[in-house]
């Protein structure tokens, strides 16, 4: 069994690093989050749905808008922040940070999906098209493909320190093209489209709404790193099932 | 150093020939992918000329993904790339060798075909040249990138399948530069924007890339 | 507040379906991402049990 050299860090936090540490860690937060999660979503869909006003263009459906940008901007975040701790993984060898990054993938993934979904709900009524291939929807499109790409080459890999750094590296080399691909799917719409305005761009924001959006955007952040804590207790079970610490877990 | 690059060229284009009929396949994939379009949309010459752009950068991108199986997975079935990335050359050296010699069997053979390609779509003197142009220009940063996800996917099953799916996002920049520059022309305006911009693609993909497919190697071969 | 009934509410200025279906779907999406991780940490702790016992009886053996 191969133990790890964890360099010390201050406050102690460093013994994090190691899985039955983390796994104990994960699970006291995991209902911290939960309910911050919770508690933000009730007072930001308050907000969204008493306070704010009425839209002088779109009436009632713009407020599609109060989870739509949320999860949009949680997708675009949680890649960031996975490649990140990916290419940390890769640097310096450590596993969790490896197994941190593969436990955000998933709830990168759908919160692609359900921008994607609840853009073209909107569409539908606001613009008259379900999917209108605007550079916003299109790179999140693409966004997508990127999450379920790091996610089937991860999944093709039976080893899982060669999964963990090939998805890694996988994972670096799309957080360096996605500002590439969106700004040319960008350009490749205003060049397509002319003088139309962009699609899902919001509506002059009454401070109301943009108050809403934001306790909204906390809400999903706080639940995306609630599974995520709990993503990783799954993945480090699954992969620690011959240790003795995992084994006195279950068992106890 | 030149004289190492130009080994490897050498030894890969040597070993292409031996198999030229892997090589004429590509090439013949990407002449029927681009025969499947009016087959599908029908003959109409406007309508063709339109869609030309778009259907020639997909066949050639397809084609692309296509020959990334011969690229790394022949030298790491018989440990040959063992052997290379043990030897103390410098892995970026041998990689840009090899993806050279790669692009001199499968990017350049396709610029060429697009010289006939654009006259069976009826396109003007103008937007034709734009189009082989973009595709000499856009071409080396398909092979790049491809790199990127054959050197991933080694030795994997179903690895055809999974490097298309993790390349083909990452294309999109050089796709869209690529037809909009043939566009552009076809609509009297300069090409220039779009050809510059997959000039620096291909040189910042040269520039970066090595780096990933070496790290890429090492992962996939331990 | 400036819904003059719960039936304007639940109506949205007609647009009801596409604003109601994109929260519902939401809210489904993120309640079947919960279950689904609940039991694959139930199904991981199983595995684990499982592999305990094994190796148990193997030592014992």
Redesign the interface.
Known sequence: MQTQTIRPLRFGLHRFAAPPEFYRLAGRLIPWFGSAAAVLAAFGLYLGFFVAPTDFQQGEVYRIIFIHVPAAWMSMFIYAVMAFWAGVGLAFNTRMSSMWACAMAPTGALMAFLALWTGALWGRPAWGAYWAWDARMTSTLILLFLYLGFMALHGAIDDPRRADRAAGVLALVGVVNLPIIYFSVQWWNTLHQGATISLTRAPTMATTMLEAMFVMMLSFWMYSIATSLARVRAILLEREKRTSWAQAIARG | MIQALLAVVRRDLLLAMRQRGDVFNVLMFFVIVVTMFPLGVGPDKDTLRLIAPGVVWVAALLSAILSLGRLFALDYADGTLEQIMLSGQPLSLTVLGKIAAHWLITGAPITVMSVVLAMVFDMAVGPGATLVASLLLGTPCLSLIGAVGAALTLGLRGAGVLVTLLVLPLYVPVLICGALAVERSAGGLSPAPGLMVLAALSLGATALAPWAIGAALRVSVE | ???ASWQD?WA????GR??W???G??AL??AA??ML??A??RR??????R??DW?NKETQQ
Request: net charge positive; aromatic share 12%.
């Open positions: 507040m400036h819904w509410f949205m200025g007609g647009s596409y604003v279906g994109a929260y779907l939401v999406a993120l991402e919960v991780l609940r694959r940490v991981a702790r199983e595995t684990v049990r592999t305990a190796s």
